[in-house]
């Protein structure tokens, strides 16, 4: 890899920023002064930046207890985006498989692995993605097979993908659905005549919400649950 392409990658910077440090002797490889953007490193070489040793970012996967009032947004904006609960470098390369809402709890996958998180939200993939909603209104008695039939929500032409309600109350369910529409589950209930007051997301696929995650807190994906997005 060229030394410049390194020096970006590690770090974030443009390539202006990384030939220009560069050029001022700022950058070492294995103690020697290197000037030249078009060095070719080896894979044992220590690259230092100002004496800070580099090394390139891999690909990261993360769940996280998404707080309420929090956007999955990679800046700031009515509130705050979660990626400011990520104590990572290069936090900007993140983005997120499969967004919730300011005011929905729950799990939140983060990556910068593009292929992966194509898996995750393709409806082509069929992932499920299982939700714990609260209701306005006691749930209609016929809830359960509409929702497998599949329900027409407003301003879409096609109905959405079958669909698997559990009643745990008039007022709880748990659903699982596996397509992403924007704010589905609040309008697969609005279609039924009801409405969705808090939502708490729990599970993707196999990866189900850490339980010892409090609202805020994040952990790396373990190599199963990476593994089990196939």
């Not at 697969?188 to 995650?213: C, P, Q, W, Y």
Request: glycine content about 6%; aromatic content about 6%.
């Amino acid at each position: 890899m060229r030394l410049d392409k390194f020096i970006c990658e590690a770090t974030g910077f443009t390539r202006n920023l990384a030939k220009r440090a560069l050029k001022q002797g700022e950058v070492e490889v294995d103690g020697h002064v290197v000037k030249d953007a078009s060095f070719k490193l080896q894979p044992d070489m220590m690259v230092t930046l100002e004496g800070a040793l580099l090394s390139l970012i891999g690909m990261r996967y993360i769940m996280m207890h998404k707080p309420l009032e929090t956007l999955c947004s990679n800046v700031d904006e009515v509130y705050p985006s979660v990626l400011n609960l990520i104590d990572e470098p290069l936090v900007d390369r993140l983005h997120f498989a499969g967004r919730l809402d300011a005011d929905t709890t729950g799990l939140l996958l983060i990556t910068d692995d593009g292929q992966w998180s194509h898996r995750v939200t393709s409806p082509k993939r069929e992932c499920g993605k299982r939700y714990r909603a609260w209701l306005a209104e006691p749930l209609v008695e016929d809830a359960e097979q509409r929702f497998l039939d599949g329900v027409a929500l407003n301003g879409e032409k096609e109905l959405t993908r079958p669909a698997t309600l559990v009643r745990i109350s008039d007022a709880e369910v748990l659903l699982t659905i596996t397509e992403g529409k924007y704010h589905q589950v609040k309008r697969m209930f609005a279609a039924v005549g009801n409405k969705v007051t808090e939502l708490h997301r729990e599970a993707i696929g196999a990866i189900e919400l850490d339980e010892s995650l409090a609202p805020g807190e994040w952990r790396y994906l373990t190599e199963a649950e990476i593994a089990s997005i196939d």
